[in-house]
């Protein structure tokens, strides 16, 4: 009933950008926040960015500060990962997440650093050399 599914990773030099969508369909209506999140060959998921589906409000990982902005089109049901200067740590599988529990800023912020929400898409790949 739930399914994301990103899409627009590739592979750029240091210094590009890309933007990652993530298409959402089946019972939107439960999702309280969607984020972005990556994982690296041999190491952990972790928490990029997230965004409240209501308000707008977002949390950024201190990594890509100033560097990524995540965003929403309700209408469209999509979510958005634009990348600016990239770096080749940034290299990883992205992948889109939504959660359906209620709460406050802080504890978005703490279930997206734990990579802790409830539905996932299956990734795209994003390569920076």
């Known amino acids: 009933q739930v399914q994301l599914v990103e899409s627009g990773g590739g592979s750029v030099q240091a210094g590009g950008s890309l933007r990652l969508s993530c298409a959402a369909s089946?019972?939107?209506?439960?999702?309280?926040?969607m984020g972005w999140f990556r994982q690296a060959p041999g190491k952990e998921r972790e928490g990029v960015a997230a965004?409240?589906?209501?308000?707008?409000?977002?949390y950024y990982a201190d990594s890509v500060k100033e560097r990524f902005t995540i965003s929403k089109d309700t209408a469209k049901n999509t979510l958005y990962l634009q990348m600016n200067d990239l770096k080749p740590e940034d290299t990883g599988m992205y992948y889109c997440?939504?959660?359906?529990?209620?709460?406050?800023?802080?504890?978005?912020?703490?279930?997206?650093?734990?990579?802790?929400?409830?539905?996932w898409g299956q990734g795209t790949q994003v390569t920076v050399s």
């Open positions: 089946g019972n939107t209506y439960t999702y309280n926040c």
């Open positions: 997440a939504s959660d359906s529990r209620d709460g406050n800023w802080y504890e978005l912020r703490a279930k997206t650093r734990r990579a802790d929400f409830g539905y």
């Open positions: 965004i409240f589906t209501g308000d707008g409000a977002t």
